[in-house]
């Protein structure tokens, strides 16, 4: 049985706008990273799965269950962070995060005793005791999140968790994220519109593009096997590009940096004899990781060796 499963999924709304666009996907769980462009479907495939929008063509299944028939039945298994802000202002933290344990049919001891343990869990114990209203825009996402995970859900569906955050914000969300996945040992499932956040919790990438699948496949496929090499010369950074389009070797230029792609030793042995013969001092050569930033960037502007020695030729 998987996690989630769905086949050719088709989403149009009333307006005639279609979200999905024929999507299929097989997700086991783990934290699983979900990413596209603002507009690209997040929203309306997490809706899909929590059975809250129906398939307009296509089938969707979470744990096993069909979302268009067993909504219920799945939303007591699933918690769900919506992106947008939904807390009551005049509510305190514990009120709010025990009144929704509630709804999801915990009793009244069961639901404080949870509520208590969750916002200690999302660093908000301290403050339970406030109004909602009076919180920043970090502590309000913890509420959120703490809500999502008060009826001891198996899946979490988290909207852009880190959305309004600022950069030290965002770091904490992300770490709280990675700590419930482990701590609990829960599936989450986490959109974002930003690459670099996904890259840094997930264990699975789901990139939607304008409501198609642009990929689906474990993070190490794309960052594991993908090695660079980085080498910086002391001055004769372009007589060493030179250098390697004559040797027809692949190299481009990044700031100071000349990177190789590492399919084999070749370019090791590229670069050190392009420096001897050059005599350029080498101030650094390292392997590294493609970023998944770089691996879905469109086709970097900067020329390749071969067009820049083209070039000048
Ligand atoms: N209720 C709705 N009625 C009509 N169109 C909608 C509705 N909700 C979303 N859409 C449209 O569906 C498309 C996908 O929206 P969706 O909210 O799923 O994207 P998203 O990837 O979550 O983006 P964002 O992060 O900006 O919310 C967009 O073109 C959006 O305008």
């Known amino acids: 049985m998987s996690l989630i499963s769905v086949r050719d999924l088709t989403h149009t709304y009333p307006g005639g706008v279609t979200a999905l666009n024929g999507l299929s996907l097989e997700l086991e769980p783990g934290i699983i990273g979900f990413v596209g462009a603002n507009g690209a479907g997040k929203s309306t495939l997490i809706k899909t799965l929590l ?5 307009t063509r296509g089938d969707v299944r ?18 769900y962070m919506p ?9 305190t933290a514990t009120d709010f995060v025990s009144h929704m344990g509630r709804l999801s049919g915990l009793p009244k001891a069961a639901a404080r005793e949870r509520t208590a343990e969750m916002l200690r869990h999302v660093g908000l114990y301290e403050e339970r005791y406030r109004l909602i209203g009076g919180y920043s ?5 913890r509420v959120k999140l703490a809500q999502s995970l008060v009826h001891d859900p198996r899946l979490l569906l988290l909207d852009e968790p880190t959305n309004g955050l600022d950069p030290a914000g965002r770091d904490e969300m992300l770490e709280l994220i990675r700590r419930t996945g482990r701590e609990f040992g829960i599936a989450v499932m986490v959109s974002s519109h930003l690459l670099g956040e996904i890259e840094r ?26 090695h660079l090499l980085a080498v910086e010369v002391d001055e004769g950074t ?6 390697l389009a004559r040797a027809g070797v692949e190299a481009r230029t990044e700031g100071a940096l000349v990177l190789l792609p590492l399919a084999d030793d070749r370019p090791y042995d590229a670069v050190r004899d392009g420096a001897a013969e050059l005599g350029l001092s080498l101030v650094r050569m390292e392997r590294r990781r493609h970023s998944l930033q770089e691996l879905f960037r469109p086709a970097s502007p900067t020329p390749t060796a071969q067009e820049a020695h083209a070039a000048r030729a």
């Open 137 to 141: 825009t970090g502590m309000k996402q």
């Open 62 to 79: 979470v744990f096993d269950m069909d979302t268009r028939t067993r909504g219920i039945e799945i939303r007591q298994l699933v918690g």
């Open 83 to 91: 992106e947008h802000d939904c807390l009551p202002p005049d509510m």
């Open 201 to 226: 919790v997930c264990e699975y990438l789901v990139a939607i593009d304008g409501g198609h699948l642009k990929s689906a496949a474990p993070l190490h496929s794309f960052t594991g096997s993908q």
């Open 238 to 243: 372009e007589a060493l590009l030179a250098y």
């Open 51 to 55: 059975g809250l929008l129906h398939p």
